[in-house]
């Protein structure tokens, strides 16, 4: 794959069924207009995949209960409202859409009643004289730069990749979608965001998430408010026991939501599991999976009652599985759980149609696909990433076992180039740290495979998918046995014919960026040069810059600065004397800016051969979903640097 090819990269979105067709979300990145072009697909039971709108930007579609409209996500121009996804209706037999909301900001994805008349959403709300609306007195919107100052008072004030948060918090509406002259109504007010609405089965309340106590004081805790459709005060429906998300409630009344269990502000590494509680009665949740084995994806979406069980999306060994839960389940631990999809793979959405289940399932060799189960049958729709394998580049990734030193399993992936070798090796580290790779299409590993790279990709201590007790053995312990792993993995690798054991890189970004400075201070003799990317460096001032620091270092870390000194990658630049790029972004928040240019500066004082690499206008996620052409120069960028410091023929 070369950098040129992510625009070939087609991510297909959450399914909706519409009768027997499944409508499907399809972005690609657009390197000509630097953006990201979707529009809504039509995927047959006959495996027919056909446009269903012409958008440039249309997205979330969903099918309202009796079947005849569909909602969806539309943004049109450049600039006004309209700009920013606005909810649009139209008839599942087609016909033009219509707009129902115009929110200065825009609006999330629209969540149907079950009359299949209203909708629910969540949408910023900006303070008047702000990101573009005019004081109460005044005609025009300010520039941002001559906004008012700000008063800050809290630590969760800004979050990033959103900005910041208290003038412009995420509200409930709901708008009646039938109605062509009915306006959205606000449900809620306050500073604080709500987030994930669901409709309760009588149609008279939205279930939200809410920060706990209604945000009164900063917290890691979230509980489960229902809101009255008609207007009136939010009432706690569940006192959660930590964080919750994508709640659900069954016919029965039966409340269901992910969520995580923690004291105070210790909410790092944790698997989040299913949960329920009854609705109107005892608030009470019980926790129906083991929190030690099952690990369930929030970023897939709320659980979905189905026949006596309730699915969920389970991080295991880097998939992303489809499992049932049963609804009696008291503790279950992942072996008991029926696995349905995703086994080598992972599941990245899914929705349910009485026997049958639609899911969008992505591979080693693919970005996603349409698949279909419907009782013993599975069937893949899609064929979305036939253009990025046409080029011929795409290559499989290799599973790889090794063992640390203090005999602890280690697993992951060795994605190798064509050709006999030996190919100089690049270690590449993900971020989180409680985060996994996938058997999954993960782009810079075939870019770099494709430029002639053996990657290796490794989940040690401190990932998410292999227990809980694996992602929190590093907590206080950064920099120990993560490293014994991450190095265990690659001497496995090494053993390779086809490989250079002589010409090695370390890369990462975020945490990988974090350990590729450890590892060039306190293992540079293994190592030709370092790629270090969004990184961690000092969590001193990490603590105090980022976005997440008032909670994530002293979580991590503790609260000695001292032992935050002792875990800085930038306390032992000094040590570092291979080649050493800092790559970062100016609106990164997650990892600010000063970690890179503090690093930086102590690298060039000390005669450290160097390079500062800033990307305008980005923030954490410029790898991921950073502008398609601040990706491509990203990549051109990378290959340029490993050409100069680890060519590929040495």
Not at 156 to 164: A, L, M
Not at 204 to 227: I, M, S
Not at 252 to 261: K, P, S
Request: aromatic fraction near 8%; glycine fraction near 10%; hydrophobic fraction near 40%.
């Amino acid at each position: 794959m070369r950098p040129v090819d992510l625009e070939l990269i087609a991510a297909p979105g959450r399914p909706a069924f519409a009768g027997d067709s499944i409508l499907v979300a399809l972005s690609r990145p657009d390197l000509a207009g630097d953006s990201y072009r979707s529009s809504l697909r039509r995927v047959g039971p006959n495996c027919v995949d056909t446009p269903w709108t012409h958008g440039e930007r249309d997205s979330a579609p969903a099918v309202s209960p009796d079947g005849a409209w569909v909602a969806f996500l539309r943004a049109t121009g450049t600039s006004g409202p309209l700009s920013k996804p606005q909810v649009h209706v139209m008839p599942v037999a087609g016909g033009e859409a219509r707009r129902i909301t115009e929110l200065p900001l825009g609006a999330d994805a629209p969540v149907w009643a079950p009359d299949s008349r209203r909708i629910a959403v969540t949408a910023r709300v900006p303070e008047p004289g702000r990101y573009g609306l005019a004081r109460q007195d005044e005609d025009t919107a300010p520039e941002a730069g001559a906004e008012a100052p700000r008063r800050i008072t809290r630590y969760d004030y800004r979050i990033d990749d959103v900005g910041f948060l208290r003038d412009r918090p995420k509200r409930l509406f709901v708008v009646d979608a039938l109605d062509a002259d009915a306006e959205p109504v606000e449900l809620t007010t306050g500073e604080i965001d709500v987030a994930d609405p669901a409709w309760t089965p009588d149609g008279r309340a939205v279930l939200v998430v809410a920060p706990r106590d209604w945000g009164r004081v900063e917290t890691q805790h979230d509980d489960l408010y229902e809101v009255p459709a008609d207007g009136g005060e939010p009432v706690l429906a569940v006192r959660t026991r930590g964080a919750a998300s994508h709640p659900t409630v069954a016919d029965d009344g039966t409340i269901y939501y992910l969520g995580t269990e923690f004291e105070g502000l210790a909410s790092v590494a944790r698997n989040a599991g299913l949960w329920a509680a009854r609705r109107g009665g005892d608030t009470e949740p019980r926790r129906l999976t083991d929190p030690e084995t099952v690990d369930c994806a929030e970023s897939v979406g709320e659980p979905v009652p189905h026949g006596d069980g309730v699915l969920v999306v389970v991080r295991h060994r880097g998939a992303a599985e489809l499992r049932s839960v049963p609804r009696t389940a008291d503790h279950a631990e992942l072996d008991a759980l029926p696995l349905l999809a995703g086994e080598q793979a992972a599941v990245r959405s899914y929705a349910v149609s009485g026997d049958r289940i639609a899911l969008v399932q992505a591979g080693p060799l693919d970005a996603g696909e349409v698949v279909l189960v419907s009782g013993d049958t599975t069937q893949t729709l899609t064929d979305f990433s036939a253009p990025l394998r046409d080029q011929g580049a795409l290559l499989p990734a290799q599973e790889l076992t090794a063992t640390a030193p203090d005999g602890y399993p280690v697993h992951g992936w060795l994605v190798a180039p064509e050709g006999e070798g030996p190919h100089p090796v690049l270690l590449v580290i993900h971020g989180g740290p409680f985060a996994p790779y996938e058997w999954s299409l993960f782009d810079e590993a075939q870019v770099y495979a494709s430029a002639g790279y053996a990657v290796v990709l490794g989940n040690p201590r401190g990932s998410a998918g292999y227990g809980e007790s694996h992602g929190r053995s590093v907590i206080g312990a950064l920099g120990t046995v993560d490293a014994d792993d991450l190095l265990a993995l690659l001497d496995a690798a090494l053993e390779r014919s086809d490989v250079d054991s002589e010409r090695v890189g370390v890369m990462g970004g975020s945490y990988g960026g974090f350990m590729t400075g450890w590892l060039a201070s306190h293992h540079g003799q293994r190592f030709r040069a370092a790629w270090s990317e969004r990184a961690v460096n000092a969590w001193d001032s990490f603590s105090g810059s980022s976005d997440i620091g008032w909670f994530f270092t002293e979580g991590y870390v503790g609260d000695d600065p001292a032992e935050q000194r002792r875990r800085s990658p930038l306390s032992y630049a000094a040590d570092i004397d291979i080649p050493f790029a800092v790559a970062h972004s100016e609106q990164d928040w997650r990892c600010p800016l000063e970690q890179a240019q503090r690093m930086f500066v102590a690298l060039k004082k000390n005669g450290t051969p160097t390079e500062f690499l800033l990307f305008p206008g980005e923030g954490h996620e410029l790898s991921r979903s950073g502008t398609p052409r601040h990706r491509l120069q990203r990549f051109e960028a990378i290959l340029e640097w490993w050409s100069r410091h680890l060519p590929v023929k040495d």
